[in-house]
Structures are given as C-alpha cells and as structure tokens.
C-alpha cells in the first residue's frame, strides 16, 4: 500500500513538472484578466509566426491611441497622421521581444526620413524602470506608450486584426489602418518586407 502510494505521488509530482516547464516554453502569453481592463475578449496568445497582409479596401481602422509614454510625456498615434506607422508591442519580461529589440531599431532607422515612423506599446511592466532600461539597453530612438495593464491593447477590438501576441507587429497605411499584422518576433528582413509594399503605395 504504502509503495503504491509512492508512485502515485512520483507520478504526479512528474506530471506536474511537465506542466510547469510546458508553461515556461509557451512564450510571451497570458489571459485577458489580466491584459486588458476594456471587459472585451482579446486575448495574449503565443504568436503562430503568421503575417497577414489586407488589401487595401478591405482595412480597417487602428484605434485612435492616446496616453503617457515610458518617460511620462503625452503620446499619440494622431501625431502621426499621413505616414507609415510600425507598431510593436514588446515587454522587457519578454525572452523574444528582446531578441528582435535590435532589428527594429536597424529599421527604423533605415526608413528615418522616409515618412515611417515607429511607435512601441510597452505592456505589462509594472514597473516604467523596466521599461526605460530595456529601451536604453536597445539605443530604442521612437517613443513606446506605457501600457502596463493592457488598456491601449485592448482598445482593438476583438475579431479585428489586433495585436493579440507579446511580440506583435503592425504595420498601419498612411490612413492609419491595418495594413500587415505580425504575430511573433520579426528578424529584419521579415520587417523590411511588412513596411516597404506600404511605404510604395500611393
């Protein structure tokens, strides 16, 4: 009895451990809960490497997104009206965004000047330091509104193409719609490739 007893708690105990490191591999991911305070249904999710490129009458508008950056000065995507806009949502918590950190820094710079402007929304940090060190440690030169709850997030309603994953790339036209989503981490050539067909549209 007392052997058998043994095992199943060894087993259990194993099972549990699979679990936990199950959890650890899944990436940058949580439950709405705890993202967003909008009380709509998106969700972070681990981002499938998907692209989706939208036709350009089929787009839909972005939110307008307004509030406080990392540094505590007043942000807005209005701002830049009339040009590209690369939007990504990163957190210094986050393994992958720190691996494509570098790359969209090289981008935006390659497109500086060229009516393309990149904008972060640093979400979940709970701490403005971790997200200012980790923008330090990156050279990051474009602005990141601070999201730490998930409001501005969650603002993109649920079913549109919204950034549902930590890292999450969109590309927004000159209209300001969703022009290309990216749901993983992007190296720069994958960048490259979202932002050009739009910077060439008329």
Known sequence: MRASSHARRTTIGAAA???????????????????SSSGDNTQF???????????ADKRKPAPALAGKDIDGRQLSLARYKGEVVVLNVWGSWCAPCRAEADGLEATAKEFQGKGVQFVGINTRDTSAGNAQAFARTHHMSYPSFYDPSGDLVGEFPAGSLNPQAIPSTLVLDR?????????????????????KPIVAEK
């Open 45 to 55: 999710v681990q981002g499938n490497g998907a692209i989706t490129t939208v036709a």
């Open 17 to 35: 451990l699979v679990g936990a490191a199950a959890l650890v591999l899944t990436g940058c991911a949580g439950s709405s809960n705890s993202a």
């Open 175 to 195: 209209q300001g719609r969703i022009a290309v989503r990216a749901l993983s981490a992007l190296t720069q050539s994958q960048l490259e490739s979202m932002i």
